[in-house]
């Protein structure tokens, strides 16, 4: 056998083994699990939020890329004022103090307005991690008069 061809299929033969043997450095999106979702006041699971009271989240995140942010998002479904109204109460919150952590319990409070208006809300939790990665989960929410 030619030492010239010897060679290259040592070469390849090595280069083979290398590159099968890396390990795949493709990062899952962060798992989000709810477990509560609910009234402030009790700690309630029960997809309710009154009025000038808070709403109780208890989210577990699992990020492999490591979080970045979490944005929680509250706003209204369908029709909830008539014409001439002032706008619908929304809520948009970006939290960093998570950043950094791979596994976490997003466990916070959020104050419902005295301006929302009883109804059918959409709520939306978000998290991007340091990868750029996201992921998101979704409830229906309803606000209550107090």
């Known amino acids: 056998m030619n030492k010239g061809v010897f060679f290259i299929t040592i ?5 083979l083994l290398f590159t099968s043997c890396e390990k795949d450095d493709e990062v899952a999106k962060p798992v989000i699990t709810i477990h509560e979702l609910g009234d402030g006041g009790s700690h309630g ?11 109780h989240i208890d ?3 699992v990020a492999e890329g490591t979080i970045n942010k979490i944005q929680v998002r ?15 109460w ?15 319990t997003f466990h916070e409070h959020v104050r419902i307005d005295s301006l929302a208006k009883a ?4 709520f939306d939790f978000i998290v991007t991690d340091m990868e750029g990665k996201q992921n998101s ?4 929410l309803q606000i209550v008069n107090n």
């Not at 070469?11 to 280069?15: L, R």
């Not at 509250?74 to 619908?88: D, M, Q, S, T």
């Open 11 to 15: 070469a390849i033969t090595v280069g």
């Open 137 to 140: 989960t979704e409830a229906e």
């Open 119 to 122: 109804g059918d809300y959409h």
């Open 90 to 104: 929304e809520l948009d919150t970006t939290y960093t103090k998570f950043a950094g952590l791979k596994n976490t």
């Open 59 to 61: 989210i577990d995140i």
């Open 45 to 55: 699971n029960d997809y309710t939020a009154k009025i000038s009271g808070e709403l």
């Open 74 to 88: 509250i706003h209204p479904e369908g029709e909830h004022h008539k014409a001439g109204e002032l706008e619908e």
